[in-house]
């Protein structure tokens, strides 16, 4: 259970940062291309020398006496590619990026010392070269990412004896000494610090020992964590942005800090009033990331039963979210179109009037099926094939899985009953992600039951003991679990 929840907050964490992170900062503004920037001469001739220098880094040739064969090679074609003259090429800078890593790094491609360390040094020198010259604010971000993928040891993935990588500590003192504030205009402080603490990941998760260093990191990035209110030249997005992107930072980390302070600081993020929902679940990822000692139980507690509370109302905006989009609803909820107040409180879907016969889905798979000669008429065996769908189950999985690594986390120092309560939560969320995962199944089935998985986390909620502090701040779920259908017609 632990493993398959710790690769999936990996992915989801992997595709947050992926999806928003350039998007949000790192794109240059108009106003750059009425500027002179500096770039890197790109001589493409440099490519008949690259097979040598593939060579010389896994040790066949010699790098003595080659060195500036090394030199012109990447400076003059493969960082060059990273700073390019026109801005219509920075598209392709973080391509460059990823086939530097790929085809230079890895323990394959460099298994000689010296090359490795003579690359580093040279890739050092450049990337800060570029960070701190006169360059483009993306090919500035760019060379930040690239200076945190730099080892002193690679990742050794062959055999039995795998190991993880080695950071290089240069690369990883030069990233920390980048979150310090410096001189310049907001956006280009504010795209740099992200690039930062992208790049200080791995560090932290497999080279950054340095006590002084970590209590540096800590401090900086708790001290974003809390600071709610918006800075000068900033937007909202931006710094709940950069915000999220601390919080994850202090949770690879994994210290909940002498009196839970780091823990309790992310929480906060989390039960912010008017959050986004990329920083909630941000925040809940953050939280299935520390180490829950038994001196965390009652912020332990208080997580259960916020992500809990997340879980339920995610489940019933999505599938509101979802229904609205039906063609079985004819668009519940859109301008102009029928309602279904006043309708029978049953669930959507009985035999109440509220559903086709014949849902559209089902239609079109037998069209699918005919076509392909898969039955003749009167014949009722059809083949099994993915259903059509519009309800949102990639959303809804992504905050499930969320809330599921926060609880499953925190249930470790919680409180007894608290326990039980992560118990019946990552059960219920368990079902609701199988039922996510069913290509097969129809969308009027699938919010069915997610409604029943919701009801059920509602009560067990309801049941559970708490303390006003351990509510996130909002109303708790009391009495009867809320309905799906008084939710969504207001029948209630």
């Known amino acids: 259970m632990t493993n398959r929840i710790d690769q999936t907050v990996l992915a989801i964490r992997h ?9 949000v900062v790192a794109v240059p503004h108009v106003a750059e291309a009425q500027q ?18 593939r060579r010389i880094l896994k040790g066949g040739a010699p790098l003595e006496g080659n060195e500036k064969k090394v030199d012109d090679f990447f400076t003059q074609y493969v960082f060059a590619m990273m700073a390019p003259d026109k801005p219509q090429d920075l598209e392709g800078i973080g391509q460059a990026r990823i086939h530097f890593g790929s085809q230079y790094l890895g323990e394959r491609k460099l298994s000689s010392d010296a090359a490795r360390r ?12 570029l960070v701190e ?4 604010r993306a090919v500035r971000n760019n060379a930040v990412l690239v200076i945190g993928m730099l080892n002193a040891r690679p990742a050794h993935l062959s055999g039995g ?23 310049g205009d907001a956006a280009l402080k504010d795209a740099l610090l992200n690039s930062t603490i992208i790049a200080l990941e791995r560090h932290v998760r497999f080279g950054l020992s340095d006590p002084q260093q970590r209590a540096k990191v800590t401090a900086k990035m708790l001290e974003l964590v809390s600071q709610k209110e918006v800075p000068q030249g900033r937007s909202p997005e931006v710094h709940a942005w950069l915000r999220s992107r601390a919080a994850d930072l202090l949770a690879t980390q994994g210290e909940a800090g002498s009196g839970n302070e780091i823990v309790s ?17 941000s925040a809940a990822l953050a939280l299935g990331g520390f180490k829950y000692e038994p001196s965390t139980t009652d912020v332990a507690t208080q997580v259960v039963y916020d992500l809990g509370e997340y879980a339920v109302s995610t489940c019933l905006e999505n599938t509101k979210k979802g229904l609205r989009e039906m063609p079985e609803f004819g668009g519940l909820g859109r301008p102009g179109v029928r309602s279904l107040r006043g309708r029978s409180r049953g669930f959507a879907g009985e035999e109440d009037g509220m559903m086709s016969p014949r849902r559209p889905s089902e239609r079109a798979r ?13 014949n009722t065996e059809t083949e099994k094939v993915p259903v059509d769908t519009v309800f949102p189950r990639r959303e809804l999985a992504n905050a499930l899985h969320c809330a599921q690594a926060g609880i499953s986390a925190a249930k470790a ?17 368990d079902v609701a992600l199988k039922t996510l995962g069913d290509p097969y199944m129809e969308d009027l089935d699938v919010v069915k039951k997610i409604d029943e998985a919701q009801r059920k986390m509602a009560d067990a909620l309801s049941a559970a003991p708490v303390t006003p502090a351990e509510k996130s701040g909002k109303e708790a779920p009391s009495g009867q679990p809320e309905k799906l259908d008084d939710k969504l017609f207001g029948t209630g």
């Open 413 to 429: 120092a919680a409180k007894p009953d608290q326990k039980a309560l992560a118990d019946t939560l990552d059960k219920q969320i």
């Open 15 to 23: 595709l947050f940062v992926l999806a928003v992170a350039m998007a």
């Open 366 to 378: 037998g069209a699918r099926n005919n076509r392909r000669g898969g039955f003749e008429e009167g």
């Open 118 to 129: 003579h690359l580093n040094q040279l890739t050092m020198k450049t990337m800060k070269q």
């Open 161 to 183: 004896n795998s190991q993880p990588p080695e950071p290089l500590p240069e690369a990883g003192e030069y990233l920390i000494g980048l979150l310090d504030e410096r001189p």
């Open 265 to 281: 600081a992310v929480r906060g993020l989390f039960v912010e009033e008017g959050a986004s929902d990329m920083q909630r679940r």
């Open 36 to 53: 002179h920037y500096e770039s890197l001469k790109l001589v493409k001739g440099q490519l008949i020398n690259g097979a040598e220098v």
């Open 133 to 136: 010259g006169n360059y483009r």
